[in-house]
C-alpha cells in the first residue's frame, strides 16, 4: 500500500509483512513521478535493453508473483536434511528479485546470499532486508550475473525458483552457469532448481486464461503472462507479457517479449553431468516425490530439480 507520505523524494510503500520500506522515485517507485511515468523513461543504467522493465518495477514483481515461501523454505530444509552430506548453513539465491526468500531463510537459520542482474530488483530487496531489521551477517544482496557469478567463499546450498534460470538460453550460458555453480558450492553440496520442462504434447502448455489482477488499497494491477510461440529448434518459449498499473490515479502500461529458455530433461541433465551435479530428487509443486520411472515432461507442471555436487 502506498502511503501519502512523501519526505526528502522519498516515498513509503508497504511490503507483505506490511512494514514499511522507501524506495527512491527515480528507480523503482515511478507512479511518483509524473516524468517517468509518462515516458516510462528510467534511470539510465536501467534503460538498457539486456534488462526487462517488469523487473526494473520490483514493488509489483513483489505483489503479481507472492507465493508461500514459508511452505517452500520448509521443503527446502527437509531437502538439505535429506540430501546434503552436511548441515548447511550457508544459502545461496540466484536471480533473487526482491527477495522474498531472503527475508524469510534468516528465521530458519540461515544465512542468506541473493543476487540479480536487476539493480532495482538489488535496492529493493536491500531495503526490505534492513526494514526487517536483518545484518549482513543474516542476510544480504548484490548484483551478480548468473552466467558468470561465482564466489571464493563457499555455500552449502542454493535454490533458484519460478523458472528464473530460463533467462540463460543458449548451452554456453546454462553451462557457464552451472559451472560457477558447482565452484560455489562446497562438494556434496545442493542446488535446488525449480523449472518446467517442454510438454510432450506442447499445445498442451498454452493456458487459456493467462491473466490476472492484483489489487491494493491504492493500486491495481493487471497482468498477462502468454506464451505467444515456441521455436523448437532454438529452444526458446516466447512469451508475451503486458502488464496495466494505476497506482494512485496515474495509468501506464509495461508490454515486453520475454524469452526463455525451452527445457528438455535429457538435454538438463547433460548440462549438469558436464558441470559436477547428478539429480538426486524430483518433486512436484506439492513437494511429492516423482518417482523415477515417471517421464519428465511439461505435463508435470513445475518441478524442482534436487541437484548434488559430485566430489
Ligand atoms: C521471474 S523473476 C524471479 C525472482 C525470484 N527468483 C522469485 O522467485 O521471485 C526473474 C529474475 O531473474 C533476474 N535475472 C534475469 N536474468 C538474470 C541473470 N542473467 N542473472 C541474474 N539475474 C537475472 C531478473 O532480474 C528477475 O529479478
New binding site residues.
Partial sequence: MINDIEKNNIRYVQNPNDQQINITPQKNDFASDKRILENLTIDPKLNDNS??KF?NYPKY?DKA?TRDVKSDISFFKKCFQQYSDKEVKRVL??????G??LEILPEYGYFALG????PA?VEYAKEKLKRSGLTANQADVIE????FMKFDEKFDAAF?????LG??KSEEEISSHFKAMAESLKAGGIYIVEISCKCDDIKNEKKIDDTWYVKEENFDLELTWAINWYDLEQRIRHVDFHMIINDNGYKTEVEEAHELRLWIFDEFKQFLKSSGFEIVGIYNQNYEKIAENIPITGELGALFFILKKIC
Avoid at 551478480?144 to 552466467?147: D, T
Avoid at 533458484?160 to 528464473?164: G, M, P, R
Fill in positions: 534488462l526487462h523487473y514483481y508473483f539465491e540466484p536471480a533473487c528479485g526482491p522474498m526468500f543476487y540479480d542482474l536487476n530488483m551478480g550475473n548468473m552466467e533458484i525458483c519460478i523458472n528464473s533467462y540463460l
